[in-house]
């Protein structure tokens, strides 16, 4: 304890104090290295005479000078490297031949010319034992025991490239203490990495109890996502939090510091692989071309924003009715523009789908080759809440967008869609397979224009995913909520969404819908559970009153299902692409979806809720609403009391 503390006092003092401590423990070993040379040439202790006090002098007077211009004192030596030592050693190498120079080429009287090799051998052997020491005293943490209770006491999962330079990276970080390595290969069990043990995944849980092990770090990025997912699962049950760390690459850019810290990536925990994305596919309909985009500023939208500014067009126009969500992906995209000549010219857009003419002013002024039409309202309960501003965003924002396509010979023109349109429990899904069907219908009517649709399920990390949520509920303390004990959802990540439009839109003959393989649905209380877990928490349930979070349930909200479905029919058929399907679904001919559509709007027009839900019904026959009409204008109406459901719209948010 007295040398910890020691230790901690001497690591506290100012960068001065700690050089000058140095520089004078130089000094000295220059000096008694000349003593003791006299001491290994010649059998006997010399007292300081002139003979010896000629050479200790000239040691001091090359020595020093040349040990500051060679950055001696520079260096922080608990974090100093080989590099250091390799240049250390050529310093002294110098200051050996100039010493030797002058004791044993020239040689002095009274002086033994081997004094002039033996004393440099020892300068370099003692000076690079005093870092070697200093080094091992200073580079582990010495704290207080307050702070020490704050440490993160880690293990690296991984003892390649990825873990060995991430041990390296956090040594600089005081609120970190690596204990150790894990990896999957039986050779290395047993060695020691950076002086640190490496051991198998049968001896995790035993070390994790012996040295109270807090965080696991993944340094894994070779391993597949199904391995990542069978490590994932095995962590679980050990209370730990699992993380991983920026990329060196990324720390080396200034990109992120290692106080950067990332929770687990969620989609570790969904056991399926990435879609491989088709190069030819993702630019097919893209490079070199006028696109655009349309809720550029969205979660998706954004998204593809990024993956066509790849693909080279040679102009991406940007639309967005929301200021700060364009705001924020221009300046984006311009940074890179910055940064590459080749870039495409970016044109922001302030303009809504629902203001025909504002669309048709800038599809005539600039002509796209091709739509990815991203915009709509996308949040279920929102919408029920709000139909009426659901349907002309998401209906009319879309027969707007498509008709003006179809009038100014747009090519290719791709709607974004949800698997919440297969079979509806809400105004949300329905009014998005009332848009697919608008396409379909303006498809079969014939014209330039190549109609395509791309249904995926759940898009984590997306403004209305459940991800966030259950994090920043973990973050609080819980109680982390779900709206049933077995509701399910498929998930995919939002480059994997955006990949999948383009790469979908480009196989598009017309008329076409298509869909991912994602594999299988995810359980939503299986995925609360593993977040936090992976957090280092505990679940309170009856098994477990004393765990941390609690997970609760709270019921399905209004136009909510169970199960998410991304097919009406069974017959989907395959694609150039293995991961993606095509399927061709029923719908109204233009002239009876027409009328519809006709009625839709001046209901939309009269604020007519009700209503636009009955049309709903009538036009997409596979909407069974899953609740009573929940639209808060309608209900204010029918009560008479709005006071009342604004108290109720409040207590909802």
Partial sequence: MVAKALINRLIA???????????????????????????????????????????????VGIGLPMFVSGGFYRSIFRFSGLNSAVSMARVIAIYGLLFAGVFTVLGLPGVPRTVGLIQPMLVLLVVGASRAVARMLLAEPHLAPAQAEKVHRVLIYGAGSAGRQLAGAIKACSEMLTLGFVDDSPTLWGQTLNGLRIIGPHQLAARVAKDDITDILLAIPSATRARRSEIVRQLRDLNLHVRTLPSVIEIARGEVSMQDLKDLDIEDLLGRE?????????????????????????????????????????????????????????????????????????????????????MAEILRTWRPDTIYHAAAYK?????????????????????????????????????????????????????????????????????????????????????????????????????????????????????????????????????????????????????????????????RDADNPDGEIEIKVVGLRPGEKLYEELLIGDNPTPTEHARILRARESFLPWSELKAYLAMLEAAVEQGDAARARSLLRSVVPEFAPSSDLVDWVARARSTGDAEADTLAVDQAA
């Fill in 274 to 358: 990435p879609v491989a994305p088709n190069l030819d596919l993702l630019q097919r309909d893209i490079c070199g071309k006028i696109v655009l985009v349309s809720g550029a500023g969205g979660s998706i939208g954004s998204e593809l924003c990024r993956q066509i500014f790849d693909a080279r067009p040679a102009l991406l126009l940007l639309v967005e009715m929301s200021e700060f969500n364009l705001y924020a992906i221009h300046e984006e995209l311009q940074r890179r523009v910055t940064l590459d000549g080749s870039a495409p010219v970016l044109i922001p857009l302030l303009a809504s789908v629902q203001d025909k003419r504002r």
């Fill in 379 to 539: 949040h279920v309960p929102l919408v029920e809440h709000n139909i009426v501003e659901g349907v002309r965003n998401n209906v009319f924002g879309t027969l707007n967008l498509a008709t003006l396509a179809a009038e100014t010979g747009v090519p290719n023109f791709v709607l974004i869609s949800t698997d919440k349109a297969v079979r509806p429990t809400n105004a949300m899904g329905t009014t998005k397979r009332l848009g697919e069907m608008i396409l379909q219908a303006l498809h079969a009517g014939g014209g330039e224009t190549r109609f395509s649709m791309v249904r995926f399920g759940n898009v984590l990390g997306s403004s209305g995913s459940v991800v966030p949520l259950f994090r920043k509920q973990i973050a609080e303390g819980g109680p982390v909520t779900i709206t049933h004990a077995d509701i399910t959802r498929y998930f995919m990540t939002i480059p994997e969404a955006a990949q999948l439009v383009l790469q979908a839109g480009a196989m598009g003959a017309g008329g076409d819908v298509f869909v991912l393989d994602m594999g299988e649905p995810v359980r939503i209380q299986d995925l609360a559970r593993n977040m936090i877990e992976l957090s280092g928490l505990s679940v």
């Fill in 13 to 59: 003092l100012p960068r001065n104090s700690k050089r000058a401590i140095v520089i004078a423990t130089d000094l000295l070993i220059l000096t008694l290295s000349v003593w003791f040379a006299f001491y290994l040439r010649t059998g006997d202790w010399w007292w300081p005479g002139e003979s010896i006090l000629v050479p200790m002098a000239t040691a």
